[in-house]
C-alpha cells in the first residue's frame, strides 16, 4: 500500500516547455487534488476532482490543465512553463469530497524549477 | 487573500519547554485541521476540530477550535526535538476543500 505516489520528485524546465505532473493513490479514494507551495505563500490549491469524470478549478489554476484518467490517478500539465511555476507540487487524495472535513493523504511533492 | 493567518510564523524553543501556536480568521468554517509537515515530505493530518469550544488531545498536543468556528490554538507540552516541524491549519470548505494558512514553523532544540 504505497498510499499517494507523484513522478517525477525533481524536474528542471525552460521557459516555454510543457510537463505533466502524475499522481496515484491506491487507496480506493473518490476525491483528488493539486496543490502548489511556495515559500511565505502556504499550500494553494490548484485544481481538484471531487469524484471520477469530474474536475473543478482552485485558487491558482491559471496556466494549468488536470486530467482524471481514472479513480486511481490525477494528472497535472503545464502547458508552457513560466518562472512564476516554479513551486513544490503536492498532491492529495481523500476518501470522499463531501466538505466533511475527510482526512486528505499527500504524496511527497515534485520540486519543479522553471529556468 | 489569505483567508487563515498563522503566528507566529517561527518559533524557537528549548527542548522540555511549552508552546502555543495560532490560527486566525475571519471566515467561520464548518472544521478546521491541523497537519504537520517535515522537510521534504507532505503534510500529515494530525487533527480534525468540528464543533465550537472543542478541545482535542493528541499525546503532549492539545487543539482547540474557538468558540465562533474562526480560530484555533494548538499548545505543545514539554516539547520534544521530534516536534520539529512546520504546523499548518487548514479550514475545510465545500467538496473538502482547503484553505491553509502559511504554516508556523517550530524548531525544538535539545
Known amino acids: 500500500n504505497a498510499g499517494v505516489t507523484q513522478t517525477p520528485k525533481f524536474q528542471v524546465l525552460k521557459t516555454g516547455q510543457s510537463m505533466t505532473l502524475q499522481c496515484a493513490q491506491d487507496?480506493?479514494?473518490?476525491?483528488m487534488y493539486w496543490y502548489r507551495q511556495d515559500p511565505g505563500m502556504g499550500l494553494r490549491l490548484i485544481y481538484y476532482?471531487?469524484?471520477?469524470?469530474?474536475?473543478d478549478k482552485g485558487e491558482v489554476p491559471n496556466g494549468y490543465n488536470v486530467s482524471r484518467l481514472n479513480k486511481r490517478e490525477f494528472s497535472l500539465r503545464l502547458e508552457s512553463a513560466a518562472p512564476s511555476q516554479t513551486s513544490v507540487y503536492f498532491c492529495?487524495?481523500?476518501?470522499?469530497?463531501?466538505?466533511?472535513?475527510?482526512?486528505?493523504?499527500f504524496g511527497p511533492g515534485t520540486r519543479l524549477t522553471v529556468l | 487573500t489569505q483567508l487563515l493567518e498563522q503566528s507566529p510564523q517561527f518559533l524557537s524553543i528549548q527542548e522540555g519547554e511549552n508552546l502555543t501556536v495560532y490560527c486566525n480568521s475571519s471566515?467561520?468554517?464548518?472544521?478546521l485541521q491541523w497537519y504537520r509537515q517535515e522537510p521534504g515530505e507532505g503534510p500529515v493530518l494530525l487533527v480534525t476540530?468540528?464543533?465550537?469550544?472543542e478541545v482535542k488531545k493528541l499525546k503532549r498536543l492539545t487543539f482547540q477550535f474557538g468558540d465562533a468556528r474562526k480560530d484555533s490554538s494548538l499548545h505543545i507540552t514539554a516539547a520534544q526535538p521530534g516536534d520539529t516541524g512546520l504546523y499548518l491549519c487548514a479550514g475545510v470548505r465545500g467538496n473538502n476543500r482547503l484553505a491553509f494558512g502559511k504554516g508556523n514553523q517550530v524548531v525544538v532544540i535539545p
Open positions: 471566515s467561520v468554517f464548518s472544521s
Open positions: 476540530v468540528v464543533t465550537g469550544g
Open positions: 476532482s471531487a469524484s471520477e469524470g469530474t474536475t
Open positions: 492529495a487524495s481523500s476518501r470522499m469530497g463531501t466538505g466533511a472535513g475527510d482526512t486528505q493523504y
Open positions: 487507496m480506493n479514494h473518490n476525491s
